[in-house]
């Protein structure tokens, strides 16, 4: 009597569940129109109505009051900025970047300009792998290979007791790091490309690996429009502020 009484329960409760259940596309004869919600997400986009990803994460430069770059921004950071009056709108993205609030419409920044002077030390280059293939512009030093799957090579090895400084550590092809193995340049017949040193502070070090935008050319004093003498294309961002 007690198994059949709460057999009795466990069927209770198992229809009050299904009770409660919304009928699926299968039961009800139809499928779910995804088209209609897709277009109208697409359409509200559009007109401004629905954020698209990645608007407010944009990048935006941000210049000191004498127009050196100084940092780069987000957009949601630099309307922040500009609205609490500490820098002021430069250059601002299309049209279809604009954000909008619910009573407003706001310019998208690309570059602003700080209403104050920043002060920003020059702090010497921590030694690391990153900071080393960024001196040698992502170029092995022996063979000339440019490439981003690089190694750390020690110009006098460390089983020789070289030491782990800037002039000392080059940034190398994993061929030339076997073939040179333990050994000196001299000894593995292998000739540096150029002596490697200590990189010297540079103000534009945030420019470094990042995509220059064609409105911020005009703020960065080494980037070249167009093609060299050559006729070969200028080189990128990240060579250029490497030294």
């Known amino acids: 009597m007690a198994s059949r009484g709460r057999t009795g329960r466990k069927k209770g409760a198992a229809r009050n569940r299904n009770n409660g259940r919304q009928p699926n596309a299968k039961s009800s004869g139809g499928?779910?129109?995804?088209?209609?919600?897709?277009t109208a997400s697409e359409e509200d986009?559009?007109?401004?109505?629905v954020p698209v990803p990645g608007r407010l994460t944009?990048?935006?430069?941000?210049?000191?009051?004498?127009?050196?770059?100084?940092?780069?921004?987000?957009v949601r950071r630099a309307i922040v900025l500009v609205a609490k009056g500490k820098a002021e709108l430069l250059e601002q993205r299309?049209?279809?970047?604009?954000?909008?609030?619910?009573?407003?419409?706001?310019?998208?920044?690309?570059?602003?300009?700080?209403?104050?002077?920043?002060?920003r030390p020059f702090a010497p280059?921590?030694?690391?792998?990153?900071?080393v293939f960024?001196?040698?512009?992502?170029?092995?030093?022996?063979?000339?290979?440019?490439?981003?799957n690089l190694t750390l090579d020690h110009v006098v090895p460390r089983r020789q007791r070289g030491p782990h400084t800037w002039d000392n550590v080059v940034a190398a092809c994993g061929r030339c790091n076997l073939d040179k193995a333990g050994r000196t340049p001299e000894e593995a017949n292998?000739?540096?490309?150029?002596?490697?040193?200590?990189?010297?502070?540079n103000p534009y070090r945030i420019l470094e690996n990042r995509t220059i935008l064609e409105e911020w050319k005009q703020y960065i004093p080494w980037q070249t429009a167009g093609k060299g003498k050559n006729g070969s294309e200028s080189e990128p961002a990240l060579m250029a502020v490497a030294d």
């Not at 499928?31 to 897709?38: I, L």
């Not at 990048?59 to 127009?67: A, D, G, I, Q, S």
């Not at 960024?134 to 981003?148: A, E, F, I, P, V």
Request: glycine share 2%; charged share 25%.
């Open 58 to 74: 944009a990048p935006v430069l941000v210049l000191n009051l004498n127009y050196v770059p100084v940092n780069v921004c987000t």
């Open 94 to 119: 299309a049209e279809t970047s604009r954000i909008r609030t619910y009573n407003a419409a706001l310019d998208a920044p690309s570059i602003i300009r700080l209403v104050y002077l920043v002060k």
């Open 125 to 131: 280059r921590r030694l690391s792998k990153k900071e």
């Open 31 to 38: 499928k779910p129109d995804k088209t209609s919600v897709s």
């Open 190 to 201: 292998m000739k540096l490309h150029r002596l490697p040193t200590a990189p010297q502070p």
């Open 45 to 49: 986009q559009r007109n401004g109505r």
């Open 134 to 148: 960024l001196r040698d512009h992502y170029t092995c030093q022996y063979c000339g290979k440019r490439s981003q």
